[in-house]
């Protein structure tokens, strides 16, 4: 694939072994994936031992030009029962290459699933030079664990640059400070000391 904008996929079953997504199973050089959305009526399935690389949005990028930024996936990626040696499964995408971008990405109330415990809300792997920024997620299921937190990637959330976080986190000014369970209502104008890691409005959520 080497450009997709402004596309909606819904109620489709996707069926693959690896490099599979809802938009685009492998991004080459130069390739752009663009403000598209995939629902939660797409199931994206691997149905061999062995898979790899499977994405709500994009399964693998080939090439360290593509770029992958503002699109929202709420897809199931997962496995048929009984299958081993599954991995590299994201919300977002599968494996993400070196130097490629990842930016301004949303996985919302997708389910993630693969054999091996390697999976994430966002990511599956991601290679180090990685141009990955602002994805988040939130009420993901990933390998089984529903509302899942720290999985943005398979090794954990990527704090810098918020490159694969959830939006569950706030953080608060010196001297404010929560008690147990909070439930918080901020109105008014937050003062620069106080910030989300969620910042930006994507498309009437933020």
């Known amino acids: 694939l080497n450009r997709s904008s402004d596309l909606e996929i819904t109620d489709t079953r996707i069926i693959g072994y690896s490099n599979t997504g809802g938009i685009a199973g492998q991004c080459g050089a130069n390739s752009l994936v663009d403000h598209c959305t995939v629902t939660s009526t797409v199931a994206i399935y691997a149905i061999q031992s062995g898979a790899r690389r499977l994405g709500g949005i994009v399964g693998h990028s080939s090439s360290m030009t593509a770029t992958i930024t503002n699109n929202t996936s709420s897809a199931t ?10 991995e590299n499964f994201g919300g977002i995408q599968g494996s993400v290459n070196s130097e490629e971008t ?11 699933k693969d054999s091996n415990g390697k999976s994430g809300a966002i990511m599956g792997n991601n290679d ?26 398979s090794t954990g959330d990527i704090t810098g640059n918020s490159a694969a976080v959830s939006l569950h986190t706030l953080t608060l ?11 918080i209502t901020i109105s008014g104008t937050l003062s620069s000391e106080s910030s989300y890691d969620y910042l930006y409005i994507y498309d009437g959520v933020g």
């Open 173 to 183: 000014a010196d001297g404010i400070t929560t008690t147990t369970a909070p439930t």
């Open 128 to 153: 180090i030079g990685a141009n990955i920024t602002n994805n988040y997620y939130i009420n993901c299921t990933v390998n089984g664990t529903a509302n899942a937190l720290n999985v943005g990637c």
């Open 77 to 86: 990626v997962a496995i048929k029962d009984g299958l081993t040696g599954c």
């Open 102 to 112: 990842l930016s301004n990405n949303l996985a919302i109330g997708a389910t993630v």
